[in-house]
C-alpha cells in the first residue's frame, strides 16, 4: 500500500535537487537554442527533440535524493533516448549526477553494485566498439563511457566511504564520551561509599561511647559514676574530633587517598582493645585482644586498615548491642590469609543501648570485598547451649590482590 508519509516525502524534493533540476534544464535550452549539439545525423534530427530527453533528465533530479534507484533507471533510459536525437551537454551532465547519487544515496548493495556494474558496462562498450570499427575511435567511445558511468559511480563510492567514516567516528566519541561519563559516575559513586565508610568507622565508636555514657550519667543518680561517664565522654570527644580534622583536612587538600600511611595499623589494636575496655567497663563487657600470627610483621596498607577497622566497628557494635560479657578479638594467618575474628555474647542486656543502622556491616562487607577476601557475621551457637555474635573476615595479604 502506498504510503501518505512517502508520497509527501517524495512530492518536497530537497532544495539543491530543485536548484540542480532548474540550472540543468536551464542550461541545457540555452545550448539547444545557441545550436550547441554533440551529434548529427541522427534517427530523430530534429534540434526540438533533444529538449525531450533534457526535460526528463531535469524531472528526475528532483527524485535524485529521495528515490536515487528510480532516478537511476529513468536516467538511463532518458540518456539513451537522447543518443537517438542531436543530443544536448546538460543531459549528459545531469546523469553523470545521477549516476553519483544513486551510489551515495543509495542502499548499501546498490553501492557496491552500481560501480561494478558500470566498469563491466564501459568494458564491454570499449571491446565492442573495438570489434566494430576496427580503430582508435572505438577507444574513445569507452572512455567517454567511463567518464558518464563509471568515474561518478567511483566518486560516489568515496564520498560515501568517508561520509560512513565520519558518521563511525562521530558514533565512536558519542560512545566514548557517554562510558566516561558512565566511568566517572561511578568512580564518584564508590568515592561517596569509601568517604561514607571512613566517616562511619572513624566517628561512630565515639558517639557510640558518648551516647551510652551520657544516658548512663543523665539516668544514675551517683556523682561517682556520673564523673567517670563524663570522663569517657571527653575522652572519646576529643579523640572523634581528632579523628573528624583528619578526615577533613584530607578532603581539603584533594588528596586521593583516603588512606594515608599514618592510617591505623594492626599495631594500633592493643590501644583500641584497651580504650574500648574502658568505654564498655560500665555495660559489663570486658575486651581482650587474642594475636596468633606467627610473624606479625607489616602487611599491606590496605589489609591493615581494613582489619582495623573490622575490628574497630565489631567492638562498637559489641558496644552498643552485646549483652554483659567477654568480647574477644582474635587475629590469625594461615595461607598468605589475615583472618580477623570478634565474638561477643548475644542476648539482652540491661542499661543504655545506642541504636545502629547496620551501615557498619554494610561498610565491613564492602572493605573485605575490595580486598577479594570473605566476609560473614550472625549469631554462632557454642557447645553449652549459648550464643554469640561472631564477626570472621578473611583478607588476602598479597599486595596484587586489592581490586582498584
Not at 536525437?85 to 544515496?105: E, K, Q, W
Not at 578532603?251 to 594492626?266: C, H, I, K, Q, Y
Request: hydrophobic share 45%.
Amino acid at each position: 500500500m502506498f504510503s501518505p508519509a512517502r508520497h509527501r516525502h517524495l512530492a518536497r524534493p530537497h532544495r539543491s535537487d530543485v536548484l540542480i533540476a532548474v540550472i540543468g534544464l536551464l542550461g541545457g535550452a540555452v545550448l539547444s537554442l545557441l545550436g550547441l549539439h554533440m551529434q548529427n545525423g541522427r534517427l530523430f534530427d530534429a534540434p526540438w527533440l533533444a529538449l525531450i530527453p533534457l526535460t526528463v533528465m531535469s524531472g528526475v533530479e528532483l527524485l535524485r535524493r529521495s528515490a536515487p534507484r528510480t532516478a537511476l533507471v529513468i536516467g538511463t533510459l532518458a540518456l539513451v533516448a537522447d543518443q537517438f536525437t542531436r543530443g544536448n551537454l546538460a543531459t549528459v551532465l545531469m546523469f553523470t549526477d545521477i549516476m553519483y547519487a544513486a551510489v551515495l544515496y543509495g542502499t548499501p548493495a546498490a553501492a557496491r553494485r552500481i560501480p561494478v556494474t558500470t566498469f563491466l558496462i564501459t568494458v564491454g562498450v570499449t571491446i565492442g566498439f573495438l570489434a566494430w570499427f576496427r580503430d582508435a575511435e572505438a577507444l574513445l567511445v569507452g572512455i567517454v563511457t567511463g567518464l558518464v558511468s563509471f568515474v561518478p559511480a567511483l566518486t560516489g563510492v568515496s564520498v560515501r566511504n568517508h561520509r560512513d567514516a565520519a558518521e563511525t567516528a562521530r558514533l565512536r566519541a558519542d560512545q566514548t564520551a557517554l562510558l566516561a561519563e558512565m566511568d566517572r559516575a561511578q568512580a564518584v559513586t564508590a568515592e561517596r561509599a569509601r568517604m561514607a565508610r571512613e566517616l562511619h568507622d572513624m566517628v561512630a565508636n565515639h558517639l557510640s561511647a558518648i551516647a551510652i555514657h551520657s544516658t548512663a550519667a543523665l539516668s544514675i543518680d551517683d556523682p561517682a559514676t556520673s564523673r567517670d561517664a563524663l570522663g569517657v565522654i571527653r575522652e572519646n570527644s576529643v579523640d572523634g574530633l581528632a579523628e573528624m580534622r583528619r578526615l577533613i583536612g584530607l578532603l581539603r587538600t584533594g588528596a586521593a587517598d583516603l588512606e594515608p600511611s599514618s592510617s591505623p595499623s594492626l599495631g594500633s589494636l592493643d590501644a583500641l582493645v584497651e580504650q574500648h575496655r574502658t568505654n564498655a567497663a560500665s555495660s559489663g563487657l570486658t575486651c581482650t585482644l587474642d594475636d596468633a600470627r606467627t610473624d606479625p610483621g607489616r602487611l599491606p596498607a590496605p589489609v591493615e586498615l581494613a582489619a582495623y577497622r573490622i575490628v574497630q566497628e565489631s567492638l562498637t557494635n559489641a558496644l552498643k548491642h552485646a549483652a554483659p560479657g567477654p568480647v574477644t578479638v582474635r587475629l590469625g594467618q594461615t595461607g598468605g590469609r589475615l583472618t580477623v575474628e570478634v565474638v561477643s555474647a548475644l542476648g539482652d542486656r540491661p542499661g543504655p543501648r545506642a541504636p545502629g543502622s547496620g551501615a557498619g556491616l554494610i561498610g565491613m562487607r564492602e572493605r573485605v570485598a575490595l580486598l577479594g577476601g570473605e566476609f560473614e557475621a550472625g549469631p554462632v551457637s557454642s557447645g553449652n547451649g549459648t550464643k554469640t555474635w561472631q564477626v570472621r573476615a578473611q583478607l588476602p595479604v598479597a599486595e596484587g590482590s586489592v581490586k582498584p
